[in-house]
């Protein structure tokens, strides 16, 4: 059974640098495309950022480009976001993401097949 596991929430000052990881387990995850969503409170989720499978192509949404970078570490099954200047606007649960099979990334929720149970991140001002 594919399970995934999310942790590096918390609570975080406005400017802090909070990672989020992602572990995966029950499946084979090698070469498949990674992605991190959020859904703000009271909003619709929202994706947040995606990387290959191949780990060469990242997209990010406008709002945290610059400030958010995923990465990957397929030896150990794992998927990262590393998050900077974090702002209030940024208070969400971070959901990871992935796709069953294929290269390619995408921001539509619906190509990836496997979800974590999400990770609470409040950014205090």
């Known amino acids: 059974q594919v399970q995934l596991v999310e942790s590096g929430g918390g609570l975080v000052q406005a400017g802090g640098s909070p990672r989020l990881s992602c572990a995966a387990s029950g499946g084979t995850f090698s070469g498949s495309a990674k992605a991190w969503f959020r859904q703000p409170p009271g909003k619709e989720r929202e994706f947040v950022s995606a990387?290959?499978?191949?780990?060469?192509?990242?997209l990010y949404a406008d709002s945290v480009k610059g400030r958010f970078t995923i990465s990957r570490d397929d030896a150990e099954n794992y998927w990262y976001l590393q998050m900077n200047k974090m702002k209030p606007e940024d208070t969400a649960v971070y959901y990871c993401?992935?796709?069953?099979?294929?290269?390619?990334?995408?921001?539509?929720?619906?190509?990836?097949?496997?979800w974590g149970q999400g990770t609470q991140v409040t950014v205090s001002s």
């Open positions: 990387i290959s499978g191949s780990g060469g192509r990242m």
């Open positions: 993401a992935s796709r069953a099979w294929g290269d390619s990334p995408y921001t539509t929720g619906y190509q990836y097949s496997y």
